[in-house]
């Protein structure tokens, strides 16, 4: 086979005109199928692209966005869960205002979580699956295995659920620790000086009582708090539940340990049930409780004690009698030093919380939208809005009520601006804090 440009016999051989045409016309049909492969390929991989975006787009369409830090979402079902968790099976969640303010509570929970576990990844702060499996048995140690699985069922829970936010609740534990609890000091001048501004209460002049309590209420309290998440909610679930927990303690559990997984007393509950000193004439007013605390010596349980509040058992934990103590009275200053640390701690853990969160990019659209609602009467005709809706429907009643204003007291533009300006201060107010939260503040008109 020769080839055009082959050689034969050392010279090279001239083409013809035709084949050379033949060649071109099938140089341009080459070209013109490369071009159009190119363009198939190019569409097939637009195709993809568009695909895979409208995909990723559409995944989180379904779940509706309640709550944004540093633009990860916090979803409703996520508030929802946590929701459930409180509220006893088959307890009144009450009004549908009472249940949404739970539920704001719960997402301002949620906000300050997730900026402790940001601040706490970068930190590097981590927990052990070790650290996780302990703390979840310390949980299931009261059940049986079945229990404890019907009571994660009740909440709406399963395992996964619950090692997670186990997890999480230790990483937070472990950053508090770190960045505030470690680097606490309370000195003896600041315990000297505590004494003399509270010399008082060390004069006793009358009998005082150390009690702890255990409480069960008839009615669900939304600031109530126990590790076990476990809580009443209705007249005869509180004294089985009370029966129950006393039943415990007549076995030889932990009073303090029963009272932080079963108690609803928001107050005293996460302290073991510690009440602190009361003195005996504080206990006038409930003549069945101080009788109850009279029996009692040091270390005893009372039997189950009924009240208009609901149920308690009291553990009589000491006793003083009237006398005055001395600053030098050991126990004096080691209580004083709990005191302080105790009260230090807790200002340094708000302030460390509100801290970052100024830091951090956050929207509560939740909040949002609870305020637009009690202005713009949509809080019912439009749950799933958008934050941009909002703002569309705010600035559509503005000029609504402008209008209003212009037809009712025939006012002129300008004074129909300043009167404007003076309507909904509480809004204002609250669209520039949100502004503030997202990081661009702008403008507002009459603000």
Same mark, same amino acid.
């Given at each position: 086979?020769?080839?055009?440009?082959?050689?034969?016999?050392?010279?090279?051989?001239?083409?013809?005109?035709?084949?050379?045409?033949?060649?071109?016309?099938?140089?341009?049909?080459?070209?013109?199928?490369?071009?159009?492969?190119?363009? $198939?390929?190019?569409? *097939? %991989?637009?195709?993809?692209?568009?695909?895979?975006?409208?995909? =990723? /787009?559409?995944?989180? #369409? &379904?779940?509706?966005?309640?709550?944004?830090?540093?633009?990860?979402?916090?979803?409703?079902?996520?508030?929802?869960?946590?929701?459930?968790?409180?509220?006893?099976?088959?307890?009144?969640?009450?009004?549908?205002?009472?249940?949404?303010?739970?539920?704001?509570?719960?997402?301002?929970?949620?906000?300050?979580?997730?900026?402790?576990?940001?601040?706490?990844?970068?930190?590097?702060?981590?927990?052990?699956?070790?650290?996780?499996?302990?703390?979840?048995?310390?949980?299931?140690?009261?059940?049986?295995?079945?229990?404890?699985?019907?009571?994660?069922?009740?909440?709406?829970?399963?395992?996964?659920?619950?090692?997670?936010? $186990?997890?999480?609740? *230790? %990483?937070?534990?472990?950053?508090?620790?770190?960045?505030?609890? =470690? /680097?606490?000091?309370? #000195? &003896?001048?600041?315990?000297?000086?505590?004494?003399?501004?509270?010399?008082?209460?060390?004069?006793?002049?009358?009998?005082?009582?150390?009690?702890?309590?255990?409480?069960?209420?008839?009615?669900?309290?939304?600031?109530?708090?126990?590790?076990?998440?476990?809580?009443?909610?209705?007249?005869?679930?509180?004294?089985?539940?009370?029966?129950?927990?006393?039943?415990?303690?007549?076995?030889?559990?932990?009073?303090?340990?029963?009272?932080?997984?079963?108690?609803?007393?928001?107050?005293?509950?996460?302290?073991?049930?510690?009440?602190?000193?009361?003195?005996?004439?504080?206990?006038?007013?409930?003549?069945?409780?101080?009788?109850?605390?009279?029996? *009692?010596?040091?270390?005893?349980?009372?039997?189950?004690?009924?009240?208009?509040?609901?149920?308690?058992?009291?553990?009589?934990?000491?006793?003083?009698?009237?006398?005055?103590?001395?600053?030098?009275?050991?126990?004096?200053?080691?209580?004083?030093?709990?005191?302080?640390?105790?009260?230090?701690?807790?200002?340094?853990?708000?302030?460390?919380?509100?801290?970052?969160?100024?830091?951090?990019?956050?929207?509560?659209?939740?909040?949002?939208?609870?305020?637009?609602?009690?202005?713009?009467?949509?809080?019912?005709?439009?749950?799933?809005?958008?934050?941009?809706?909002?703002?569309?429907?705010?600035?559509?009643?503005?000029?609504?009520?402008?209008?209003?204003?212009?037809?009712?007291?025939?006012?002129?533009?300008?004074?129909?601006?300043?009167?404007?300006?003076?309507?909904?201060?509480?809004?204002?107010?609250?669209?520039?804090?949100?502004?503030?939260?997202?990081?661009?503040?702008?403008?507002?008109?009459?603000?």
């Amino acid at each position: 086979m020769s080839f055009p440009c082959s050689h034969r016999g050392g010279e090279p051989t001239r083409p013809r005109a035709g084949q050379t045409l033949r060649a071109l016309k099938a140089l341009r049909a080459l070209g013109r199928l490369l071009v159009l492969d190119l363009r $198939v390929l190019g569409l *097939l %991989i637009l195709g993809l692209v568009t695909l895979l975006t409208g995909c =990723a /787009r559409q995944a989180p #369409s &379904d779940r509706e966005v309640w709550a944004e830090v540093d633009g990860k979402p916090i979803y409703h079902d996520q508030v929802d869960k946590y929701y459930h968790t409180r509220m006893a099976p088959g307890s009144d969640p009450g009004s549908e205002e009472q249940a949404l303010s739970l539920k704001l509570n719960i997402l301002n929970e949620l906000i300050s979580k997730q900026i402790l576990l940001a601040h706490a990844s970068h930190s590097q702060i981590t927990v052990s699956e070790a650290e996780v499996d302990t703390k979840i048995a310390q949980l299931e140690s009261p059940y049986s295995k079945q229990e404890f699985q019907k009571k994660l069922g009740e909440q709406g829970l399963d395992r996964s659920d619950l090692e997670q936010q $186990v997890r999480e609740s *230790l %990483i937070v534990e472990k950053l508090i620790n770190k960045e505030i609890s =470690a /680097r606490l000091t309370v #000195s &003896d001048g600041e315990i000297a000086g505590y004494y003399e501004r509270n010399r008082g209460s060390f004069n006793v002049s009358e009998t005082q009582y150390h009690l702890a309590q255990i409480e069960v209420t008839p009615a669900a309290d939304p600031q109530a708090r126990n590790l076990k998440n476990d809580y009443a909610g209705s007249p005869a679930a509180a004294q089985r539940k009370i029966e129950k927990v006393y039943a415990r303690l007549r076995a030889g559990a932990d009073f303090a340990l029963v009272a932080q997984e079963y108690s609803e007393d928001a107050k005293t509950a996460s302290g073991g049930g510690d009440m602190g000193f009361i003195p005996a004439s504080a206990l006038e007013s409930n003549p069945q409780l101080k009788r109850a605390v009279g029996s *009692l010596k040091v270390g005893e349980v009372s039997p189950v004690i009924q009240t208009r509040e609901g149920f308690h058992i009291v553990k009589l934990l000491g006793r003083e009698d009237p006398a005055r103590h001395p600053l030098s009275d050991p126990q004096i200053q080691s209580a004083i030093r709990r005191t302080l640390t105790s009260e230090k701690e807790e200002l340094l853990k708000a302030a460390y919380i509100e801290d970052l969160r100024n830091r951090a990019k956050v929207v509560n659209y939740l909040a949002q939208k609870i305020v637009a609602g009690k202005t713009l009467n949509l809080a019912r005709q439009g749950r799933n809005q958008t934050g941009r809706e909002w703002q569309v429907a705010w600035g559509k009643w503005q000029a609504k009520k402008s209008s209003r204003l212009a037809t009712k007291f025939r006012l002129s533009s300008t004074e129909r601006a300043e009167h404007l300006r003076d309507l909904s201060v509480e809004a204002l107010e609250v669209r520039k804090r949100a502004r503030r939260a997202r990081g661009r503040v702008t403008p507002v008109a009459g603000a």
